[in-house]
């Protein structure tokens, strides 16, 4: 259960016209819901501190959890951000995967032969694996956006801004809350971003070139700094045409007009300078400016005194044109970047960098509350602001985690309790639940509210409802999903269904929702609570290692050093099993099929290794780490190196603690005994 409620709102929710618009506009189906939740508030969890990286004086934060309980625990802190920049799913319908790379194995006698070799991408052994569904009913994606949307609005400082990248599949919908949210007068930008080059084999629609990135501010009064660019092809035109000028000293410069850009004439800038004649409007600065750019060499005298005065522009000190709302000047990121994480939705580190110089300034706080690749925080980081991170799944918190580690930066990992303990990723997670309630099974007659059904012998079939763990609103059973269990989805059965079971993660009140259950009289249908807890206890299970820790004299160096002799994870066996199962059932004589093998000693399967030589328990200390490339190198300590792992890990002090994540991103901690 939830500590408590936050509001969402420092004044009451009520009669305020929230949704008003949106319902009116289209006839929004369960607003009534999002209206519910909005008076009842924001849930607010414990939050648990797994890491401190450095010593974190700024307060960064790192955080696994939902967006809605991490603003609650921001507000509850006091804590306010000065920018937002947000990249949720776009309900585009499709499913996100990550390629896995088996790395090289440093037992394998074979494998250190081939050591010196750069294999090509195409000789890597690989799988993929998905990282989250991005498949949406419209009417949940927007009565889920607009809780999120409310959430970060709270905490947002008033000088605030929110830029929200979607794309054509939901973006238009989503402006219409952005309006009811922020309101239509703190609306500034649509930016469009164009983002690839071209589109191949689509012949019957212009090919999708651009995203949408919708600029809110949260009041009048917003930071917003003018950015210029020299590298867009209107400002290289520009400087071909106008930068044709040379003194005889190597430097290019324009003649810019110096005339007042006023509507009227202003008295005190019509003056005679040098015999030239001041504008009808006059000049646009002070005779005293007039001198002193004089003076610097920076004017131009036309030999006919007709003419006007002009200023010269030097090309070494032009800063560039301003930056419109189409940027086609930033490129996607691909594979071979230097950047590149191989985060499936990664978005460049130009983009971000724009963002951020325009909206805020030093020291502020910027968050990403579905943070992805971490990009916004790596890019904060980087311009000298503060940082919160926030999503819901391993992968983008242990490749956020890796990436500012490389950059220096300071924060801690944190992570909401909200009873669900998650399986790498909502979307893994719900397709191991499935498999694990028993008796379980798809059935199309029932509504999509509905995860399947259980048959029995005796009441027949039984409609299952499963939360969603990629929709936080339904991760809570409160009166308000109750209320919609009972007066909307149930009517909606069969006659002859005479029972229905309701899974929950988390619960508001079980005694109210018992008492609601009781007290209604719409539905003789019997309802029966199940915690969903039970099962997702079962989801995740330990890797298996098998190591050695010695104190190592080596030359100057003394320390320990813990050396893997076995590694073995289920859950990544289940994957490759899969994977070759799948390979071989395509297999013919046109397409072969190599299906992936490990090891005995399955050191392959291993990504990264850390050590905590400050604690046995609690808080992780990583005192020293290994990752390891998927070409097999390592990179120590967040430094890249030409090294190849021999399996093992240093360590000036004793080790207490050792962590190894498997190539699929699951962690498993061991005590050490040397």
Not at 41 to 51: A, D, I, N
Not at 61 to 89: F, H, N
Not at 305 to 322: A, C, M, V
């Amino acid at each position: 259960m939830p500590i408590k409620y936050i509001p969402f709102f420092p004044e009451p929710i009520e009669g305020q016209a929230l949704l008003d618009n949106f319902k009116r506009t289209l006839r929004y189906k369960g607003a009534y819901e999002v209206t519910g939740k909005l008076k009842r508030g924001m849930p607010l969890y414990e939050m648990e501190k797994q890491e401190t990286i450095g010593k974190n004086a700024d307060g960064n934060m790192v955080i696994r959890g939902e967006c809605v309980s991490a603003c609650a625990y921001l507000k509850e802190q006091g804590i306010t951000v000065d920018l937002v920049y947000i990249d949720p799913p776009f309900a585009s319908g499709a499913d996100y995967a990550k390629k896995i790379y088996i790395r090289r194995n440093p037992k394998v006698a074979e494998a250190i032969a081939k050591a010196e070799e750069e294999l090509e991408n195409e000789d890597f052994k690989t799988f993929e694996e998905t990282m989250y569904g991005d498949v949406w009913d419209k009417e949940k994606y927007l009565n889920w956006m607009y809780e999120n949307l409310c959430a970060i609005k709270s905490v947002m400082s008033e000088t605030a801004s929110i830029y929200v990248h979607l794309d054509y599949h939901i973006g238009h919908y989503v402006k219409i809350l952005l309006d009811e949210i922020f309101g239509e007068d703190n609306f500034r930008n649509e930016i469009v971003w164009k983002r690839r080059g071209g589109a191949l084999n689509n012949f019957k629609a212009f090919g999708q070139l651009t995203d949408t990135i919708f600029l809110y501010s949260k009041s009048e009064e917003y930071i917003f700094n003018v950015q210029k660019t020299k590298d867009s092809q209107d400002a290289q035109e520009y400087i071909k045409e106008r930068f044709i000028y040379d003194d005889g000293d190597g430097r290019l410069y324009s003649r810019d007009p110096v005339t007042n850009p006023a509507a009227v004439p202003t008295p005190s800038l019509i003056y005679e300078y040098k015999g030239y004649k001041p504008p009808v409007k006059g000049w646009a600065f002070s005779y005293d400016t007039m001198k002193e750019w004089d003076e610097a060499g920076r004017l131009y005298f036309p030999e006919d005194k007709s003419q006007r005065i002009r200023r010269k522009t030097f090309l070494d000190e032009y800063e560039g044109q301003p930056i419109q709302n189409l940027w086609a000047d930033i490129y996607v990121i691909n594979s071979q970047a230097k950047e590149s994480t191989d985060y499936a939705t990664q978005k460049p580190e130009a983009l971000l960098e724009r963002i951020i110089k325009a909206s805020s300034n030093e020291n502020m706080l910027i968050a990403d509350f579905f943070g992805g690749s971490g990009v916004a925080a790596a890019v904060a980081n980087k311009l000298g602001r503060r940082f919160i991170h926030c999503d819901i799944g391993i992968n983008s918190i242990q490749t956020t985690r890796d990436r500012l580690l490389a950059d220096k930066a300071e924060f801690d990992v944190l992570e909401i309790k909200d009873g669900v303990s998650l399986y790498r990723n909502p979307q893994q997670t719900m397709d191991k639940i499935k498999s694990l309630i028993p008796g379980l099974r798809n059935e199309d007659s029932l509504d999509s509210f509905w995860e399947g059904a259980i048959f029995d012998s005796k009441l027949g079939m039984v409609p299952v409802y499963v939360p969603n763990l990629m929709d936080s609103s339904t991760k809570l059973l409160d009166v308000v999903l109750m209320n919609r269990i009972i007066n909307v989805a149930i009517p909606d059965l069969d006659n002859t269904v005479k029972k229905v079971i309701v899974y929950y993660v988390d619960i508001s009140d079980p005694e109210e929702i018992r008492n609601f259950i009781k007290n209604d009289t719409t539905t003789d249908k019997e309802i029966e609570l199940r915690d969903l807890k039970e099962v997702l206890d079962d989801v995740v299970a330990e890797d298996y290692a098998e190591f050695s820790c010695q104190q190592m004299q080596d030359g100057l160096f003394t320390g320990y050093r813990i050396e893997i002799n076995k590694f073995a994870s289920d859950r990544v066996y289940d994957k490759i099993h899969a994977y070759n199962e799948k390979g071989i059932a395509n297999t013919n004589e046109k397409k072969k099929f190599t299906p992936i093998t490990i090891s005995d000693t399955g050191l392959e399967l291993i990504e990264f290794l850390s050590v905590d030589c400050t604690s046995a328990d609690g808080i992780w200390h990583s005192d020293s780490e290994i990752k390891i490339d998927k070409l097999g190198y390592v990179i120590r300590n967040g430094v890249k190196t030409k090294e190849f792992w021999d399996g093992t890990i240093t360590s000036d002090k004793q080790p207490l603690r050792l962590k190894i994540r498997n190539i699929c991103g699951d962690e498993t901690v061991w005590k050490v005994k040397q």
